[in-house]
């Protein structure tokens, strides 16, 4: 993970501080407690600030539009306290000075701003990034008294460093810590004799802006063991290493990079994805993190809904099967009502039971009768048994049709759900499972859908991730003589095959690629022997008051594949 520490936090800043000197804030936006917008501008540019106190995510950027979108910011209609406070003092202020103070992780922004009477007054709006403890701070440089933070800090979180709107403000405690670039070799060395722990914690723990992370990264560039203890480290590695934590400190153009799935981070190796700028680096990093966490925690939310809905449908199913296997009941009742008819003559009022011959099994039935009853009454009890339990068997077939629908509905849902990392797509689903809240004509939006188009063999192929989707393909998209592609009795997606001819007709070979695509495209993916049914769109019908995606069709044709 890529962590905001004094170096890479220190390079943004001299990279940026040009821009933030006499930038003017022109909007200022708090979409969530821990996240706060500045829009400035200078030189006749305008950017936004982006800053994120998260403990998982904390950093600092100008971040472009695009990964705007990735941290699926929203602004609230009513914005928060500290938003309110901020605009205040800083919406429309110049900024004076930008600091970062040594070896803290800390942006100060000074600006002017105006009190109520007119008099010119400076502030400072401190962004601290500190992992967990991460705050954004505004105070009065004349004074230090506070104005107001993101969040308070009260005495039963911390007896060192309060913060709150009243109180003065300070920095944080002093680290413990010596500026390597001040240290003689042999006072490192003495250093890791005495310290009795790993060689990476030891150094991290006794010199700034060195992270356990960086150390061990340093070390293994030297071929250096950074887990050995700190004192059975050789005098010759002990000067190598010495030297090469030396250059690093003092090499000012550091290229940080990362890796195409952005979980690891260099300043010292070429990793896949290099930019040309720190603010770069850390707005596209920690984009991605970001989106990736939110997906995470959406599909979380959504399958344990989803779920909780289909294990409800099964446990219905399951009741529902208790009341069809009583068709086999409701046979033996007209059975025995038959046979008392049949017998009525040998039959007495007064019998409390009777063992009578089946004649087409060539059985003997011992049949139960109400010995207050005549024959013909006690068959006649027997009739409405019969029709009672014949009319809860066929509603319970009925009802179960229905509740197998819905369960085909909610796995197809949990399909969806896993077959997809992106926000939009995870809204569109949520949008499905919760009551849908009709807009007001004047913010209603026309519908897009960021629907899947690849090109196969000079076709047009659409691939819907989702029911919303899938209606879309058609209602929207397909045409009557396009071709349908789906797994059979398998969760999975629609396929629309276009043709760019209308001439043009699918070859056996298109169709078995498709077809692998349909199976790619569900949960049978990883099995063998797939059947995946295919037929024309006009064939493809979806019945009135069913669920979203769901379909009936005919004359379609088989293919199984492997």
Known sequence: MLNIDSLLLDAFYQENKDFFINARVQKIQQPTRREVILQLRNNGESKKLYININPSFHHICFMNKENEERRNIEIPKQPPMFCMLLRKHMEGARILSVKKPEFERIIELNFENYNEIGDRIEECLSIELMGKHSNI??????????????????????????????????YPPKQDKKNLLLTRYDWFVSALNKADCELKKAISNRYFCLSQALVEELCNSKNINPAQKSSELSDENSKILFITLH???????????????????????????????????????????????????????????????????????????????????AQEYMQKGNLITANSYA??????????????????????????????????????????????????????????????????????????????????ISQEIEPEIKPSPSKKKELTLNIMKLEIDDFDVYIGKNNKQNDYLYSKISSPDDVWFHTLNTPGSHIIVKSKNSRQELKDATILKIAKMAKEYSTAKNSTKVPVVYTLRKYIKRPNNTKSGFVVYKNETEIVVD
């Open 137 to 170: 701070v505004l105070y009065n440089t004349d004074n230090n008294i506070i104005l107001g933070c993101a969040h308070n800090i009260g005495e039963e979180k911390s007896k060192e460093r309060e913060l709150a709107g009243g109180l003065p403000y300070i």
């Open 247 to 329: 250059e690093f400190l003092e090499n000012k153009n550091k290229e940080y990079s990362v890796s195409k799935d952005k979980t690891k981070y260099s300043c010292i190796n070429k990793l896949d994805c290099t930019y040309s700028t720190i603010n770069e680096l850390i707005d596209d990093y920690f984009s991605y993190n970001i989106e990736k966490n939110i997906a995470k925690s959406i599909k979380t939310s959504l399958k344990t809904r989803v779920n909780k809905e289909l294990k409800k449908q099964q446990n219905t199913l399951t009741n529902q099967k208790k009341q069809l296997d009583k068709k086999d009941k």
């Open 347 to 428: 039959i007495k009022k007064g019998q409390k039971s009777i063992l009578l011959k089946d004649y087409e099994t060539d059985n003997e039935i011992e049949i139960n009768l109400d010995e207050n009853l005549t024959p013909i009454e006690n068959a006649q009890r027997y009739f409405n048994l019969y029709n009672k339990t014949k009319k809860a068997y066929q509603i319970a077939e009925e009802m179960s049709q229905k509740t197998i629908e819905e369960i085909n509905y909610y796995q197809q849902l949990i399909y969806d759900i896993d077959n997809t990392d992106s926000i939009a797509e995870l809204k569109e």
